[in-house]
């Protein structure tokens, strides 16, 4: 038999990444098993706000949108790096929502939330604002600008895999959890390195289903529980296209079937324009987004642009499966976006979490949700000292421990310790990483001591920070979840770079504790 824990994760999305952070600080034995690369899945394949969700307050989901607006400003504090404040322009659209129903909602949104560091809502000319100039001439007058934020979300669960792990968290990517036993004393899982096919055992007290889009295949078939399926699978699809507009405000836009979706400034030269909402059937792992979805929001984007958009214009798409709650919603976009977090715990037999729905924003309230209702079926903390109930809203993801205002301090930082370093590559340094990219750039004197370059400022340096740290082994980890480098490498860099890496995992350098390493 192999290495015990208190606590096995079944996911490495952003639900299974924060409880097994969580755990970890309060002194759990913690492993998390994931069967692909870390945010792989839903994770990376959101719009990428720290947002309420406005349009979750005309069905009436007053507790989730309160939650989520409360952490907001908690999780811009603990990662100012990968999160910051954005404003949005909601132009109104006659014949759509009335101007008073917008008002009175986002009156609500303000309030609702304990907002302290984000401003209020306004309302806009856009006659005259520079909001109204990329609009279709003469069509919107009023808008209305309001707050959330931004985040790189792969990257935030890549950073509490790495907390976890700092923190003694057993974290293995590309391994499965394929069988499992449970008995009245814990469980027994099998688990297998997906790249050698070899299997090993582990013992857990208990066990976490945050398998996302796969939870209800993980309990029927991994976990053997047989168990009515709770999930699901709402597929929601964006597109990028080059730079619409030159200000840095985002727009939200209201369809005439009900539907919103957003235009967002991303990666500095790029607009990202999304979501679709539609039921999925199939292998969460095979969605892509489909040239119906395309058309869609390039005819959505181009009623409100007064440059047209089309699928030509599309430089990448992304789709992901949202693993929804299934309570007999109708349309897939009135389902809930709220989590249910469903304890399996009978007598004489192993406790079970299982993880139904969620979204980005409040995956940390799930965490400590998760462990409220976990922390009297676990043993006593293995490490004693632990951290108590609340501690990841008050303690930073890596590379977040500088001010939430600090942010071009930061960056003029690395400009003067590293002045060889160009501007737009410093700031891409600070916000991939924080304070972290010192550590990535050391006692560099140029840019050649930084190593190889693989194009795109990605040079030798990070890729092995990102080997090292964040269980990188494909050009996909890097140029797309851990980084977007991928909008700006060119096929032939994107060859260079799996090469470069697989030349490194066979010299040794491996990324993260490996399954040998969990017995």
Request: proline share 6%.
């Amino acid at each position: 038999m192999d290495a015990s824990y208190d606590l096995a994760v079944i996911g490495g999305g952003v639900n299974g990444c924060g409880i097994a952070r969580d755990a970890a600080g309060r002194g759990y034995r913690v492993l998390l098993c994931e069967q692909d690369d870390l945010a792989s899945g839903t994770s990376s394949a959101a719009t990428k706000l720290i947002h309420g969700g406005l349009r979750y307050l005309e069905h009436r989901e007053f507790r989730l949108v309160r939650e989520a607006l409360m952490e907001r400003e908690v999780l811009w504090g603990i990662a100012p790096h990968i999160i910051w404040p954005l404003r949005f322009v909601l132009p109104y659209t006659k014949g759509l929502r009335p101007a008073w129903m917008l008002r009175l909602g986002l009156l609500i949104y303000d309030n609702l939330g304990g907002r302290k560091r984000l401003p209020a809502t306004r309302t806009l000319d856009l006659r005259t604002d520079p909001a109204g100039q990329p609009l279709k001439r003469g069509r919107y007058t009023k808008g209305f600008e309001y707050s959330d934020c931004w985040v790189e979300d792969s990257r935030m669960v890549a950073l509490n895999a790495r907390d976890a792990a700092d923190r003694g968290a057993t974290v293995l990517t590309r391994t499965k959890a394929v069988g499992a036993l449970r008995g009245a004393d814990g469980w027994t899982l099998t688990l297998q390195d997906r790249a050698t096919r070899q299997t090993r055992d582990v013992r857990a007290a208990m066990v976490v289903n945050a398998a996302g889009p796969w939870a209800g295949q993980v309990l029927n078939n991994t976990l053997g529980e047989n168990a009515a399926a709770k999930v699901r699978l709402v597929q929601g699809s964006h597109i990028v296209v080059r730079k619409l507009y030159a200000h840095d405000r985002c727009y939200i836009f209201q369809n005439p079937d009900g539907r919103i979706f957003f235009a967002i400034p991303y990666e500095t030269d790029f607009t990202l324009i999304g979501t679709t909402d539609r039921d999925y059937a199939g292998d969460p792992g095979d969605v892509r987004a489909t040239p119906e979805e395309v058309d869609y929001i390039c005819r959505s984007a181009s009623e409100y642009f007064e440059r047209p958009v089309t699928a030509a214009d599309v430089v990448w798409s992304y789709s992901g499966v949202r693993p929804l709650y299934d309570k007999g919603d109708g349309q897939a976009q009135a389902a809930t976006r709220d989590y249910v977090l469903d304890v399996d715990a009978p007598a004489g037999r192993a406790p079970l979490l299982s993880i139904f729905g969620g979204k980005l924003t409040t995956y940390r309230r799930l965490a400590e949700h998760a462990m409220e209702l976990m922390v009297p079926l676990l043993p006593e903390p293995h490490r004693p000292g632990g951290l108590g109930p609340g501690w990841t809203g008050r303690e930073p993801l890596p590379g977040g421990d500088f001010p939430v205002d600090g942010f071009e301090a930061l960056v003029a930082e690395l400009r003067a310790r590293w002045p060889f370093l160009a501007p737009a590559h410093a700031r891409r340094l600070a916000r991939h990483y924080g304070t972290a990219a010192r550590a990535i750039l050391g006692d560099a004197a140029s840019m050649a001591d930084l190593g190889r370059d693989f194009g795109a400022t990605l040079t030798e340096a990070e890729l092995d920070h990102l080997v090292a740290r964040e269980w990188a082994r494909t050009a996909a980890d890097v140029a797309w979840r851990r980084t977007k480098l991928g909008l700006r490498l060119t096929p032939a860099e994107m060859e260079a770079l799996d090469a470069a890496l697989a030349d490194k995992l066979a010299r040794g350098a491996a990324p993260a504790p490996s399954l040998a390493a969990a017995r």
